[in-house]
């Protein structure tokens, strides 16, 4: 079966540091994974996403993941952090089984970032 | 969230009564999907749906009850057999592929 793993239920990082929020994956066959952000009251809202090419995947507001086959890992990057990026950061990977494509989702990660 | 309508953004409900909420895109997506999400935790699927006129259960699917009459809509009922309702409720649009969802604004749904 597919998962995902976000080992760190909180990351804290001081403004203008850089950032990471980890994820780790298990799948069978090819991973397609995806990077969302959350903040409060609102929907989800998708950052990136790696489906194959470049293992450095490029996304919104200045964010971007890493997938490492050999690790099965998809970090998320930013290199100066900012307060505004305070939110909660959800890894995904792609589950086609039976025919139907679905999201499963991790646990999450809230990000502080501090001025 | 632009595309994906949810209404209410928030919903009282008594006691034994079943309560609808409402999902709308303009995206020209096939698939719809609902998740259910608590505090502190992350996304469970409810039901989603691929094409118009057919749906699946997701993970925790007991107590709630969809419907896909047009491309564009995928109401959810929380049926008064959902003993614990009180979530945020989100709905998700994807394209033909299916690979990324684009998430509406959700709906808190309260207990009185």
């Known amino acids: 079966a597919q998962s995902v793993a976000q080992p760190e239920d909180q990351v804290n990082v001081a403004e203008g540091n850089p950032l990471t929020v980890k994820c780790t994956y298990s799948?069978?066959?090819?991973?397609?994974l995806f990077w969302y952000v959350q903040y409060p009251n609102r929907g989800l809202q998708f950052l990136l996403k790696y489906i194959t090419g470049d293992n450095l995947v490029k996304g919104s507001y200045g964010f971007e993941a890493e997938f490492n086959k050999s690790q099965t890992s998809f970090h998320l990057k930013k290199p100066s952090a900012l307060v505004s990026d305070s939110a909660l950061y959800f890894c995904?990977?792609?589950?086609?089984?039976?025919?139907?494509?679905?999201?499963?989702f991790g646990a999450g990660t809230r990000l502080a970032v501090h001025p | 969230d632009g595309g994906i309508t949810q209404s209410p953004k928030y919903l009282f409900r008594k006691e034994g009564q079943n309560v609808t909420l409402s999902c709308e895109q303009n995206l020209n997506h096939d698939a719809m999907y609902w998740y259910r999400q608590d505090p502190g935790q992350g996304l469970r699927l409810i039901y989603y749906s691929q094409i118009v006129n057919d749906f699946q259960k997701g993970d925790i699917a007991e107590g709630y009850s969809v419907s896909r009459e047009k491309k564009e809509s995928f109401p959810l009922t929380v049926t008064s057999a959902q003993k614990n309702p009180t979530a945020f409720y989100l709905c998700?649009?994807?394209?033909?592929?299916?690979?990324?969802?684009?998430f509406g604004p959700g709906t808190r749904l309260l207990v009185l």
């Open positions: 998700a649009s994807a394209g033909q592929r299916g690979e990324t969802q684009y």
């Open positions: 995904a990977v792609r589950d086609s089984s039976g025919g139907y494509n679905k999201l499963i």
């Open positions: 799948v069978s066959g090819n991973p397609y």
